[in-house]
């Protein structure tokens, strides 16, 4: 077995084999590997008795369960309204410049992925950013590259 | 009309060291579950996520359906651009949630709670469970029949709408549902569910704690108790602020504005935005501006123009689009503003996409497509100008 398949059983004894298991036994997957591979979504399709597509279907509609491969560290930087009033936008540029990437693309050695994020609860606090799972509110630009530093000398 | 003066009020985070939330539910559960249900609609509580459902003839309804299974949620999927009032509710007094959610779930019959948490809030999860778990062995050991579990959310604001909720705790996609029925019959797995947002579900326990009366006695007649307010914009005190409702806009100006206050949004991305000249009579609460306590505020710096584009886009991304009303109203709107703003559509065609707007209001599923006419209309008709130059 896979790595991927032996956490996929491990997701489904802990949450159980019905379709009300799907929700957490995907962001199972995605909180270790990030993103959901055709072959994670093929299993968890065999484990829940579910047709892939009905997999596909759920995970493809939620932000935060990609399907698409993604860096091992993934910045979200909340762009609505408020934030916006409190300088994304420089926050965007300054990440984009440093980590050589436009938003929506991933880093060559693999360690990020750049994305923006509607309105993540933190308006009185922008611009605000999340790093995985990680809150990171009133950022400035130079605090921003800190962060990604940060993160980068942690992941190998 | 009834007016209130601006009142700062601490009752949400408020802590009666006397009178614990599990306190509360060793008292409320001597009550008949009809007595609280009394209590509730006595109270004048109406829904705090933006609706304004009374709370009391929700519990009601679900109580009188007959099933073995029902349930009791927490709709802690917190969207709304400009509201961070739960987070804040979540990470300082969650007991209290649990509270209301115990004592919901004694009066409708359920043994079984769900909080529904944003993925945006995954980094509290880990704190949140541990205090779920305590308050699970409490309720174990005054044998109390009930249970409390969390589910995350993945980062749709649709998911918000109660029925879309179901869906994705369900494991489908969050696909707004046809109602009726209405959750109280059929909510998550077709059984009769109470969905209440955080702040309801802490006014439901605190007004167990101190009785209907002190909370009634705050408001006015058609807004019933006080409100969390989530302030944010040009303003130098951007924060959280438990308010009394039924205050002008005026007062409210006076105390969070920064002295160049041009309009204030009411309610977020999907509520109204006010100019400056109806600060004056503008009242918020049920009977003026409802709202889910989103209060965002623009000063004379800012462009009309961008903030109605940012609502726009946002909304376009965030339809499900599961009906066309929604799906190609929300492009079509953003499509619309831009042409209009390079010239490549004449000042009149923002009258036909009002037009649209008020299509949505009729023709779209679920609350989502129904309320972008509010931002749309409230700020084309204040700031007509801005959009078109």
Redesign the interface.
Known sequence: MTNTEVLIQELVEKHGRTRNALMPVLQGIVSREKFLSEQAMIAVARELDLSAADVYGTASFYTFLDTKPRGKNIVRVCKTISCHMQGKDAIIKAIEGHLLVKVGDTTHDNKFTLLTANCLGWCHKGPVMLVNDEVFPSVTPEMAIEIIEEFAKKTT | MEQKQLKKIDIIFGWDDKCTPIQVVEKSIKKTPENIILDMIDSGLKGRGGAGFPTGLKWKFCRNEEAETKYVICNAD???????K??EILDRVPEKIFAGMTICGFVIGAREGYIYI??????MLKTLQNKIDIFNQQLQTLKVDFHIFM???????VCGEESALFE????????PRNKPPYPTVAGY?GKPTVINNVETLVYTSEICRMGPEKFKALGTSDSRGSKVF?????TPI???YELELGMPLKDFVDEFGDGDTKAIQVGG?SGHCVPRKKFNDTIIGFEGIPTGG?M?IFNSS?SMY??LH??LE?FT??S?GQCTPCRIGCQQLLKGIEAVKKGERPPAYLDDLKRLTGTMKIAAKCGLGQSVANPFTSIVDNFREEIIY
């Open positions: 917190e969207g709304e651009p400009g509201t961070f739960d987070r944003r993925g945006e809030y995954n980094f589910r995350s959310g993945s980062g749709a604001y994705s705790m369900e494991g489908k996609r969050g696909e797995n989530s302030v944010s914009g040009d951007a924060g959280i991305a989103s965002m800012r961008n903030v940012d609502y946002f991304e965030e499900c």
